[in-house]
């Protein structure tokens, strides 16, 4: 059974730019969630969608934005990249438990 | 409001040096406990879910017990192997999100 998928693994931006992260979540999983990691504020949430609607949002500024496409998977696009937005970016699926991928490595420059 | 606190920060062990990590919260109705373990540049990886109170689950040389205010994972005879930073979350009230505590980093030396 396929894991959690998140693309790209790493990522080198500059600030200005935007990005987009991609999560395909497990098989038949209909939630996915979205987590920023850093070492001095931890796990924090971000969003979570549930059959194409989101159902809650973190205390992220509104550069921070998501959707989920039909097929469940889902993406993140983070405009006008800051320093503080380098973390790395988790992706949980969820049916009974949460799942998290390996996670992409944002590097902002 | 919703809070997980987690300690020690840090804990080092001798290998064979057993001890205990602490998670205690506050949230509204707790819908579970869920203990991950994390690697340097990985994602968390799942241990553990508890319910309710007096619930205990046990894999390998970790066992984790839960309370009505806080939860503790055990580690008996630790190895080198068992370094890794310990996550305890608990949902939220509408269960939309996980809420983490800070994390404990445990380091075993052979």
């Known amino acids: 059974k396929a894991g959690v998928t998140q693309t790209p693994r790493y990522l080198i931006k500059t600030r200005g730019q935007q990005v987009t992260l991609s999560c395909s979540p497990i098989?038949?999983?209909?939630?996915v969630s979205w987590y920023q990691q850093t070492p001095g504020q931890g796990l924090q949430f971000l969003f979570e969608y549930f059959s194409e609607t989101q159902r809650n949002k973190g205390n992220f500024p509104g550069r921070f934005s998501g959707r989920q496409f039909s097929n469940s998977r889902s993406e993140i696009n983070v405009s006008t990249l800051e320093l503080g937005d380098s973390a790395l970016y988790l992706c949980a699926s969820s049916s009974y438990g949460y799942t998290f991928g390996s996670g992409t490595r944002l590097t902002v420059v | 409001e919703d809070q997980v606190t987690q300690s020690p920060e840090a804990l080092r062990l001798q290998e064979g040096e057993s001890s205990s990590l602490n998670c205690s919260y506050t949230?509204?109705?707790?819908?579970?406990l869920f203990w991950y373990r994390q690697d340097p540049g990985k994602g968390p990886e799942f241990l553990f879910t508890l319910y309710s109170a007096g619930e205990e689950k046990e894999k390998e040389r970790l066992k984790a017990t839960l309370t009505k205010k806080e939860s503790f994972l055990h580690i008996t005879a630790p190895k080198p192997e068992d370094s890794a930073t310990y996550l305890c979350?608990?949902?939220?009230?509408?269960?939309?999100?996980?809420?983490f505590g800070k994390g404990t980093t445990l380091s075993v030396s052979s």
């Open positions: 949230v509204s109705g707790l819908r579970g």
């Open positions: 098989s038949g999983h209909r939630s």
């Open positions: 979350a608990v949902p939220n009230q509408a269960g939309t999100a996980l809420i």
